[in-house]
């Protein structure tokens, strides 16, 4: 369990809990599913928010992923934020009525959920960082999920190849089950006659930093192939028109450091997913991956304008450099 004086935290039990909980109270518009299972078997569980909740529209689809990283609990509480706002204010609030009309939400709040429980299982912090995957010929445990995507995975240095870094990428790219079923699942939301990839926009929550960062991860080139100048800018402009709302420094990924095996790499490169990373409050090292719960709702709130503003350009995310593909 968590600390008792962190108590507010989402423990996995209560991450579920709390998605089944917006899903009783706004059924027409919220509905959860399975994903997947973790190593040890959890269910990876996804909220889908829209209106007609049970129907395939063709909106433009928006994925929010959290907790890749164990420790990184402030994300699980980032996405159940964004849950909350979306459907508690809608019908209220006009703007996000017309979000939630007119896009559909894919929330997935504990992409690691092992790690996680595994992070604050005694009650007191481990500071784990991977899944709990054991790796053959060694007790070292876990791979490193943002090193495990299968866009130029383990290429440029940035990942390791040793199981008992914290970095590790794995024996192969999408060697974790947490990983696939992400991948599986963002390839499922293709459309069935065409193929065109319904989900226009993603952002993947982690802590700390403060951080809005923009593909690509594994190279510290700004234009490369997958990656025009225009598509550069859009990022570029977009990110500082998000960070302008939070706080939060705008940089190119790979400026904070190169990494390769990246989601925001994959869902990008691959499948061409108008990405970010969010690194969460706090900026302090001090403090790091474990703000005390009464920090919760300052640091999650911040994010309400970027989240709503991102969305509202998921469509069409050229808007932001005056171009309209
Ligand atoms: O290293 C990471 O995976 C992220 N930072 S963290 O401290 N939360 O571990 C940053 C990932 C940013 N994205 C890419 N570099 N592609
Ligand atoms: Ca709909
Ligand atoms: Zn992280």
């Not at 996680?116 to 009650?123: K, L, P, Q, R, W």
Request: charged share 20%; with cysteine.
């Amino acid at each position: 369990a968590f600390p008792s004086s962190d108590a507010a935290y989402h423990d996995y039990a209560e991450t579920v809990a709390a998605v089944d909980a917006v899903v009783a109270a706004h059924p027409t518009i919220a509905s959860r599913r399975v994903i997947g299972k973790s190593y040890e078997g959890r269910d990876i569980v996804a909220l889908k928010i829209s209106d007609n909740v049970a129907a395939d529209e063709g909106e433009p689809e928006i994925l929010f992923t959290a907790n890749q990283h164990a420790r990184e609990h402030l994300t699980v509480e980032q996405a159940l934020y964004i849950a909350d706002l979306l459907t508690g204010q809608y019908g209220s609030d006009p703007r996000i009525s017309r979000l939630v009309d007119g896009r559909v939400f894919w929330i997935v709040p504990m992409v690691n959920p092992d790690g996680a429980e595994y992070d604050h299982a005694t009650g007191t912090y481990q500071s784990w960082r991977k899944n709990r995957q054991p790796n053959t010929g060694t007790t070292e445990v876990g791979t490193d999920l943002n090193r495990n995507w299968g866009y130029k995975w383990g290429c440029c240095g940035g990942s390791s190849k040793s199981p008992a870094s914290e970095t590790y990428r794995g024996k192969a790219a999408f060697s974790a089950p947490e990983t696939a079923a992400v991948r599986d699942f963002v390839l499922s939301r293709r459309d069935p006659n065409g193929g065109k990839q319904r989900i226009k926009a993603a952002i993947d929550f982690h802590s700390y930093g403060q951080l809005v960062l923009w593909p690509f991860g594994y190279t510290k080139a700004t234009t490369v192939t997958n990656m025009s100048a225009d598509e550069y800018a859009t990022y570029e402009t977009l990110g500082r028109q998000l960070a302008a709302t939070n706080g939060y420094t705008p940089e190119q990924a790979s400026s904070l450091y190169v990494t390769d095996g990246s989601i925001d790499d994959w869902l990008w490169g691959q499948e061409r997913i108008f990405t970010y990373t969010f690194e969460l409050y706090p900026d302090d090292w001090t403090v790091g991956f474990y703000p005390p719960a009464s920090d919760i709702p300052k640091a999650t709130g911040a994010n309400r304008e970027a989240v709503l503003t991102f969305s509202e350009y998921a469509d069409c995310p050229y808007r932001a450099i005056g171009k309209d593909t």
